[in-house]
T-cell receptor, first 114, second 112 residues
Framework: DAGVTQSPTHLIKTRGQQVTLRCSPK?????VSWYQQALGQGPQFIFQ???????QRGNFPDRFSGHQFPNYSSELNVNALLLGDSALYLC?????????????FGPGTRLLVL | GNSVTQMEGPVTLSEEAFLTINCTYT??????LFWYVQYPGEGLQLLLK?????DKGSNKGFEATYRKETTSFHLEKGSVQVSDSAVYFC???????????FGTGTRLTIIP
């Protein structure tokens, strides 16, 4: 059973560019969450998708947007990249909205903005 | 709002030493509490969790007890191994709201 997968593993962009990161959830999971982990920090919640809709959003600007597809996979888009967007972006999936369902994390995409 | 505070790191121990990593939280209601571990170059893995007061989560020799009265969820292991070297994150979420709030992480290094 494949776990959560993310692509690409590494990415280098320049300021002002746009980036798209991809995530495939664990089999049987329909909820996908995205987190940003800056170097030396804990992950910060960006947003969560369920049934192809954004259900919750953290304290991130509108430059951060996402999408969930009918097969539950998800994309994270970041526009007008800033140097401060350099981080490890983690995708997590879980089996639906509910009582303390465990989130399973992918290996992450490391984004470097120059 | 919700917050998680972890003990400052890094922590360096000798193999077979006793480990404690402190974690306290601030939250409304009764959150679920988690410890995640991040090995070098990898994503986060769930180590253990507890969903109500006085519950004890355990896995791979690690334990943590949900203490409502002290709002704490300290991680312990009786005898650490070199393979336990990693970054450990304490986190919380609420039932029906799966957003995880993480602490800043504690880097643990075990010396043979």
């Amino acid at each position: 059973d494949a776990g959560v997968t993310q692509s690409p593993t590494h990415l280098i962009k320049t300021r002002g560019q746009q980036v798209t990161l991809r995530c495939s959830p664990k089999s049987g999971h329909d909820t996908v969450s995205w987190y940003q982990q800056a170097l030396g920090q804990g992950p910060q919640f960006i947003f969560q998708y369920y049934e192809e809709e954004e259900r919750q959003r953290g304290n991130f600007p509108d430059r951060f947007s996402g999408h969930q597809f009918p097969n539950y996979s998800s994309e994270l888009n970041v526009n007008a990249l800033l140097l401060g967007d350099s981080a490890l972006y983690l995708c997590a999936s879980s089996p639906g909205q509910g009582a303390g369902e465990t989130q399973y994390f992918g290996p992450g995409t490391r984004l470097l903005v120059l | 709002g919700n917050s998680v505070t972890q003990m400052e790191g890094p922590v360096t121990l000798s193999e077979e030493a006793f480990l404690t990593i402190n974690c306290t939280y601030t939250a409304t209601g009764y959150p679920s509490l988690f410890w995640y571990v991040q090995y070098p170059g990898e994503g986060l893995q769930l180590l253990l969790k507890a969903t109500k007061a006085d519950d004890k989560g355990s896995n791979k020799g690690f334990e943590a007890t949900y203490r409502k009265e002290t709002t704490s969820f300290h991680l312990e292991k009786g005898s650490v191994q070199v393979s336990d070297s990693a970054v450990y994150f304490c986190a919380l979420s609420h039932i029906g709201n799966e957003k995880l709030t993480f602490g800043t992480g504690t880097r643990l290094t075990i010396i043979p």
